[in-house]
């Protein structure tokens, strides 16, 4: 704790003839060391705290600053120590400010009552008109959001979870905000009810009302000009900038809104991004991304998904009002000027393109296209296997995480192919099968859940899926018996026993966390019972899921190897490891060749045109590779040549390990 003294008699008159004044010179206290060098034209009132002014700060432009006080009024403030606070047009009320923070042409910053800072605000996500309100606090997953929005049907469950967040709201409360150290405020307007991190930098901001920053040393937040944000919360690394208008909106870590991005009662977790566009009710879960003006998303759940320009959604039908909701799966995508109808829900890894007013539901086709022509909806299913524009998102991902801070609230899968995945391959190639048995092989459309599904189309989305669970399976095999000489087959079945039995059964994705549904039901027996009754308990649980993925995987593969296959692991032997790692060498490099034929397609004369302006067709081509490169040296294609190299040799190896039990 640091000790304050009262002024002394020569340092209250010193501080008058600098043009200081005081309600009550007795309420003004000093750190042991302070001088009276650098207080002038400030007005105190209330409880205030004053520490050391001993450093200079070093502005933009090579203009030196002293640490001070200049030009301001305080009212029940403790200032640390080495802060320049100077020309604020109203006051600062009620603040405890961080050493070495920098405060400059402000109108307003005050805690007025007592606060939550934004914490306990009701987010009405997916439905406008409520019934999926989600409590927004500084410790909010994405998980938890899920949960807390789309399990209304356990109403016991849903009110534990709303009573964590409102005891973390009042646990949290306070008449005074904070400002952490080495904050920095700049030429902003007013600043209410709003708690602030350490390192965040506020400069041009119009108006903070009611949320909390939760800027750190690892992960800064930087507010920027024209942004307007109530009722909100701003997570560790997150990005507000350029007239960006956020009101009952929680934004997630390294996440990135700018361009006059606009947003109400929406969620934004994880390297999220938003630029020019709209969002209204929407669940943005990790790597949700909108880039274009005339782009709004409504009510929609999504992650790692990419808006097109000029993508809508409707949420109502003119008849009970907005109360429609939708969901594109992880991964789905949409293209330019498509639209969707709510309510619909659109499989993993798909593409959107055109207007789709029927209420479809492809959840169960996953990697598929949904095209519209002429008002009706055409589902090619599974064609996304083949795309590189798939597999090189599944990369980039990783990549693009731009979370600085050792504590992260979401637990991130980036598995293209998971248990969540190919069980609905699965259930997909059942789909497919049921519909080529019952409507005949030589129907030319097949109608399903509202779309239409043409022959050819149906015949080659059972194939790709077949080559995608042959991958899965075959990769989870080759895992589980890498790095081991086996001298029987008793030793290869042992290998191959699952170490838990967690892992059977469905799966599910709660926007990010890919996870065994046994395990989030029994996450959320333990809250409605009482075991879970904290915030950070119910995110350890997230914790241990994420960490524990793998073994849990193995034991959803174990389970599939022994339906797909017909082979019981438990009577395996070399011969059948052998069939199984020759199909998956199969669907891996055919699914790589046809990720190849269609890299190509980028190189084709048709993408050139537009290059080479006023020449030859061969000037075309050489400003071409001049700026995109030439097909055989691109990186991606490389890497995929170098995958197809690399997962023959994997499948040999194996296979040469168990080839003596043969």
Same mark, same amino acid.
């Given at each position: ?62 203009? *030196?600053?002293?640490?001070? +006080?200049?030009?301001? #009024?305080?009212? @029940? =403030?403790?200032? %640390? &120590?080495?802060?320049? /606070? ?94 952490? *150290?080495?904050?920095?405020? +700049?030429?902003?307007? #007013?600043?209410? @009810? =709003?708690?602030? %991190? &350490?390192?965040?930098? /506020? ?460």
């Amino acid at each position: 704790m640091k000790n304050y003294r009262k002024l002394t008699e020569e340092e209250i008159l010193l501080l008058k003839s600098q043009s200081c004044i005081a309600d009550n010179w007795d309420n003004v206290l000093v750190a042991d060391g302070f001088t009276t060098d650098y207080v002038h034209h400030t007005r105190f009132s209330g409880e205030v705290k004053l520490g050391l002014f001993e450093k200079e700060f070093t502005m933009r432009g090579g203009i *030196k600053k002293h640490a001070g +006080l200049r030009h301001v #009024s305080l009212h @029940n =403030v403790t200032v %640390g &120590d080495n802060c320049c /606070i100077e020309n604020i047009q109203n006051y600062i009320a009620n603040y405890d400010i961080g050493e070495d923070s920098f405060i400059e042409n402000v109108d307003i910053i005050l805690v007025d009552g007592c606060s939550t800072f934004g914490n306990g605000v009701e987010v009405a996500v997916l439905n406008e008109t409520g019934g999926r309100e989600v409590l927004i606090n500084d410790k909010l997953s994405a998980h938890q959001a899920y949960i807390l929005a789309l399990y209304r049907h356990r109403p016991e469950l849903i009110s534990r979870m709303k009573t964590m967040a409102e005891h973390y709201s009042k646990k949290h409360s306070s008449d005074r905000g904070t400002i952490g *150290k080495r904050v920095m405020i +700049l030429n902003s307007g #007013s600043i209410c @009810n =709003v708690r602030i %991190g &350490d390192d965040a930098r /506020i400069c041009g901001t119009c108006r903070l009302s009611n949320g909390s920053i939760n800027s750190n040393q690892y992960a800064p937040v930087h507010i920027g000009h024209g942004v307007i944000c109530d009722d909100f919360i701003i997570s560790s690394g997150s990005h507000v900038d350029e007239g960006t208008m956020l009101t009952r909106c929680f934004v997630g870590q390294a996440c990135k809104l700018g361009h006059n991005y606009s947003a109400s009662d929406s969620l934004f977790f994880s390297n999220c991004q938003g630029e020019n566009g709209e969002a209204c009710a929407i669940f943005a879960g990790p790597f949700t991304v909108t880039h274009h003006k005339s782009t709004l998303l409504i009510a929609g759940m999504f992650s790692f998904m990419n808006a097109g320009s000029g993508s809508n959604q409707s949420n109502h039908m003119y008849k009970l009002g907005p109360i429609h909701q939708g969901t594109l799966e992880r991964g789905a995508k949409t293209t330019s000027d498509s639209y969707i109808l709510w309510p619909a829900r659109v499989g993993a890894f798909s593409l959107v393109m055109g207007r789709h007013v029927n209420h479809s539901d492809t959840s169960d086709l996953p990697f598929s296209y949904l095209i519209e022509q002429q008002n009706t909806t055409f589902l090619v299913p599974g064609v996304n296997l083949r795309s590189v524009g798939t597999i090189r998102d599944a990369q980039k991902w990783p990549k693009r995480d731009k979370r600085k801070d050792p504590n992260k609230l979401d637990f991130i899968n980036y598995n293209l192919l998971s248990p969540y995945t190919i069980q609905k391959m699965l259930a997909g190639r059942q789909i497919l099968k049921e519909l080529k048995r019952v409507s005949g092989e030589t129907s030319e459309t097949y109608s399903y859940m509202s779309a239409k599904i043409k022959n050819s189309s149906l015949n080659k989305g059972i194939k790709f899926y077949e080559m995608a669970i042959h991958k899965f399976l075959g990769n989870s095999l080759i895992k589980r018996l890498e790095g081991i000489n086996f001298a029987s087959n008793d030793e290869i079945r042992n290998r191959l026993k699952p170490d838990t039995t967690i892992g059977e059964g469905e799966w599910v994705d709660i926007s990010g966390l890919i996870a065994p549904k046994t395990e989030i039901e029994r996450l959320m027996v333990d809250i409605e019972q009482g075991r879970i009754s904290k915030l950070k308990e119910m995110n350890s649980a997230f914790a241990k899921m994420h960490a524990e993925y793998y073994g849990y995987e193995w034991t959803w593969a174990y389970q599939k190897i022994k339906e797909f296959y017909k082979i019981d692991p438990e009577t395996m032997t070399a011969a059948d490891v052998v069939r199984i790692v020759e199909l998956w060498k199969e669907a891996v490099v055919g699914l790589d060749r046809m990720v190849y034929s269609d890299a190509r397609k980028e190189f084709s004369l048709s993408s050139m045109t537009g290059f080479g302006v006023d020449g030859s067709r061969d000037e075309m081509r050489l400003d071409f590779e001049y700026v995109r490169g030439d097909f055989e040296s691109n990186t991606f294609v490389t890497a995929v040549l170098k995958h197809i190299e690399d997962k023959e040799a994997l499948g040999n190896e194996l296979i040469s390990r168990v080839k003596p039990l043969l």
